[in-house]
């Protein structure tokens, strides 16, 4: 077990990860994401959990997203071969009858942008969701396969 990700919030972090686009900012002890700024109501979601295992045939992102229909999550691939996945969760409605006791469940806006290595087949990814769990799938284009040359031996 590694030290690191005790450092970083009790999380694996990416930031040794050369493909993440999440940074870790030393000053506020929080991450942030490059792109469009994030207010601090939705800091919480940010940080949406996310694996990523590579396969000998693709690569596969696993998000858990509980309470989030597949209409309010949107996956794009951007020119470089950046894989963004957003989307929102709508705070519920307040009625002014109801006594809040605790709320800790978060809502706002998510985004987390990871940098897909040059075998990606971009062109070919998928995307499904099932009991909350966001499963997308990039392909990977084979390598070539390296020659084999018989060498003769003298002697």
């Given amino acids: 077990m590694s030290l690191i ?8 972090s990416s930031v040794f990860d050369p493909f993440s686009f999440d940074l870790w900012d030393p000053f506020t002890g929080s991450r942030s994401v490059s792109g469009p700024s994030i207010s601090s109501e939705t800091a919480a ?3 949406t959990r996310i694996d990523w295992k590579e396969t000998p045939e693709a690569h596969i ?3 858990d997203l509980p309470g989030i229909r597949k209409e309010e999550v949107k996956v794009e691939v951007e020119e470089g071969r950046v894989l963004q996945i957003s989307g929102e969760r709508n705070r519920e409605q307040e009625e002014k009858s109801d006594k809040w006791h605790r ?3 978060s809502s706002g806006r998510f985004l987390r942008r990871f940098g897909l290595p040059e075998n990606a087949k ?6 499904s969701m099932e009991n909350g769990v966001l499963t997308i799938t990039v392909p990977k284009k084979e390598g070539k396969k390296p020659a084999i040359k018989s060498v003769e031996i003298s002697g």
């Fill in 5 to 12: 990700p005790s450092i970083f919030g009790g999380r694996r």
């Fill in 45 to 47: 979601f940010v940080n």
């Fill in 61 to 63: 992102f696993k998000a």
């Fill in 103 to 105: 709320v800790e469940r």
């Fill in 122 to 127: 971009v062109e070919e990814v998928k995307a």
